[in-house]
Structures are given as structure tokens and as C-alpha cells.
């Protein structure tokens, strides 16, 4: 079974503009959760996503949005973009977060943004 | 409020001896918690969870850790460590909720000599 996908790998942009990242859960997984990691802030929650739904939301500003599809596919979108947006954005997948004792989250590799 | 404290933002250890890093954890209400390792320019691997089922939790890579109630501890250990161990890892905990919103420790970093 192929695990978390996330595209691009890599992304240099300048600051004002927008991004969007992908990222391709593992297939027969409805919930996409992402993360943003830098080293002074480490890993932080950003929003999560469950049959098309946000169920949570990290402490981020509003220029930080996501929206999941029908096939469970997420996308994450970061407008007016500030040197402080440069980290490492992960997305993790699982099965179904209601399932307590079966829990587990699949991380992807990550997409590095640089914001010059 | 949940929140994880990982006690050594870098650990070194020779190759062969016991690796132990340091979590703890505050939860009002019983918790999940979570070992991740990164390896460098990669994701998070689970290495193992808890979940209220058995306390001493054994995972991949030979590591395991002991969920301690009266501690408000999970430190996770190996009895000998190996060169491929050196990586950095995450301590993490998990409100029992329908979200999938996890809380992540800032991270030990491990180093291990020859």
C-alpha cells in the first residue's frame, strides 16, 4: 500500500505571494491532519480534515487555509507569504480518528518551503 | 490543556550503550501518547503508542517505553544503541476525541558515538 504522498517535495517562493501544497493520504483514509515544523516553533497543528470537513484548527492566521476532496486528497493554501512561512510542512493521514484503540497518524515526507 | 516536556533537546550516547529520552506529559484526561523518530529531510515514523492498553509499549527498532500515571512520564528507551539510531525524535500526546489533532514535544535530538 503506498504511504502519504505530498507534492511538490520542494518550493521556493518570493514573499507576497501565494502557495498551495498537495498532499495524498493513503488510500482508504478520510481524516488529513497538517503541520507545520520549523526549529524555533518545532511542530505545530495546523488543521484537520475529514470527509471534506475542517474538524480542527490549529492557532494559525487566516491566510493558512486547506479544503480536502471527494477522494480524500488535501490541499493546503498559504496567501501573502512572509519570510516567517519558510518550514516544513507536513501532512499526516489515518483511517478514522473515532477508532481510539487503533489510532495511528502516516506522515508524508514534506514539503520544504523557502520564502525569500 | 495537553502539552508534552521532552527533558534534553540533545542526547549522546555510544554505540552499544542503553538509550533513554526523557517525556512527560500533562493531561486532564487519559491520554494517548506517541513516539515519532525523523531521520534528516524525511517525515515521522511511528515507533510506538500508547493507548490505556498494557503500560510498557514496545515498538519497531527495538525501542519501547513505560507509560508511568504517577510519573506523568513515557521515556522511551533501547537497551543498545545503534548507529542507525541517530535521528531526532518526538514525544507526542493525543486527547481521547474524534480529532486527530496531536501535541507534539520540541524534540531530542540523538546522537550516537562510535
Known amino acids: 500500500k503506498a504511504g502519504v504522498t505530498q507534492t511538490p517535495r520542494y518550493l521556493i517562493k518570493t514573499r507576497g505571494q501565494q502557495v498551495t501544497l498537495s498532499c495524498s493520504p493513503i488510500?482508504?483514509?478520510?481524516?488529513v491532519s497538517w503541520y507545520q515544523q520549523t526549529p524555533g516553533q518545532g511542530l505545530q497543528f495546523l488543521f484537520e480534515?475529514?470527509?471534506?470537513?475542517?474538524?480542527n484548527k490549529g492557532n494559525f492566521p487566516g491566510r493558512f487555509s486547506g479544503r480536502q476532496f471527494s477522494n480524500s486528497r488535501s490541499e493546503m493554501n498559504v496567501s501573502t507569504l512572509e519570510l516567517g512561512d519558510s518550514a516544513l510542512y507536513l501532512c499526516a493521514s489515518s483511517l478514522d480518528p473515532s477508532s481510539q484503540s487503533s489510532y495511528e497518524q502516516y506522515f508524508g515526507p514534506g514539503t520544504r518551503l523557502t520564502v525569500t | 490543556a495537553q502539552s508534552v516536556t521532552q527533558l534534553g533537546s540533545h542526547v549522546s550516547v555510544s554505540e552499544g550503550a542503553l538509550v533513554l529520552l526523557r517525556c512527560n506529559y500533562s493531561s486532564s484526561v487519559p491520554p494517548y501518547l506517541f513516539w515519532y523518530v525523523q531521520y534528516p529531510n524525511q517525515g515521522l515514523q511511528l515507533l510506538l503508542k500508547?493507548?490505556?492498553?498494557?503500560?510498557l509499549v514496545k515498538g519497531i527498532n527495538g525501542f519501547e517505553a513505560e507509560f508511568k500515571k504517577s510519573e506523568t512520564s513515557f521515556h522511551l528507551t533501547k537497551p543498545s544503541a545503534h548507529m542507525s539510531d541517530a535521528a531526532e525524535y518526538f514525544c507526542a500526546v493525543k486527547k481521547y476525541s474524534s480529532a486527530s489533532k496531536i501535541i507534539f514535544g520540541s524534540g531530542t535530538r540523538l546522537s550516537i558515538r562510535p
Open positions: 500508547y493507548t490505556s492498553a498494557a503500560t
Open positions: 488510500s482508504g483514509h478520510r481524516s
Open positions: 480534515y475529514f470527509s471534506e470537513t475542517q474538524r
